[in-house]
């Protein structure tokens, strides 16, 4: 403890760059498409939306039981996926954690439009990366400073999440080492690692949404009379 900051494991280090690197491969490769996102909303949870402007007028139960089932579904595959690659014990931990890190960005993603927000310019990007650090429980008030500089915020913000979420990961997931129990311990790991980023992100979001709703609700008011006149 050179500078009182606790020496991380080797596990630790190693399941940081590899988040390190899982996220900004996110970052670049990763997104959502917002259209077909939106026409699936449609259809499959019938949101009288045919615009993500159109978002903001839908009841917002209606909206928080898409979100939820989204969360659902990505704890479905994460708990799938932990499963499986758990067979393998300590050995297949990085690989585990990269594609955690790309089921949970897509799920992150799929919220976001859930509540009528998009990422296609760079501001909706940083948001997206602000939303994704407060899922994953962690303080960004100084980078949010720098978001208007995407390209040096989100790598600082990605670098902020792995250092974070991989020293909690590692402690938890010395477990895997026990052969027989590796499978049942990646499922749990990847249960509650989703639900709990899916939680924050579910929040983050609605707490946004709610804010737009009332300025929209609000410049309607104050455009209302100039309007019918």
Same mark, same amino acid.
């Given at each position: 403890m050179a500078n009182g900051t606790p020496k991380k494991s080797w596990l630790a280090r190693r399941m940081e760059r590899a988040l390190n690197i899982a996220l900004a491969r996110a970052y670049q490769s990763i997104? /959502?498409?917002?259209?077909?996102?939106l026409l699936r909303m449609r259809v499959?949870?019938?949101?009288?939306?045919?615009?993500?402007?159109? &978002?903001?007028? /839908?009841?917002?139960? +209606?909206?928080?039981?898409?979100?939820q089932d989204v969360v659902r579904s990505g704890i479905k595959v994460a708990v799938a996926e932990g499963a499986g690659l758990g067979l393998g014990g300590l050995f297949t931990i990085i690989p585990d954690l990269s594609i955690l890190a790309a089921i949970t960005?897509?799920? &992150? +993603?799929?919220?976001?439009? /859930?509540?009528?927000? +998009?990422?296609?310019?760079?501001?909706? &990007?940083?948001?997206?990366?602000?939303a994704a650090a407060s899922a994953a429980g962690v303080d960004i008030s100084r980078e949010v400073l720098e978001k208007t500089v995407v390209n040096r915020f989100v790598p600082s913000v990605i670098q902020r999440i792995a250092a974070t979420v991989s020293a909690d990961f590692a402690e938890k997931a010395a477990a895997r080492a026990i052969p027989i129990a590796s499978s049942v311990v990646g499922a749990v790991l990847n249960f509650y690692f989703?639900?709990?980023?899916?939680?924050?992100? &579910?929040?983050?979001f609605r707490e946004k949404h709610l804010i737009e709703r009332q300025r929209r609700l609000d410049a309607q008011i104050v455009l209302g009379p100039s309007t019918r006149a």
């Open positions: 997104k /959502v498409d917002s259209g077909e996102f499959a949870y019938s949101i009288p939306a045919s615009t993500y402007d159109g &978002i903001f007028s /839908v009841p917002i139960e +209606q909206l928080d039981d898409v979100a960005m897509r799920m &992150i +993603q799929k919220l976001s439009l /859930v509540y009528g927000f +998009q990422f296609n310019t760079e501001n909706e &990007i940083a948001e997206l990366w602000v989703v639900r709990a980023w899916g939680k924050r992100a &579910i929040a983050h």
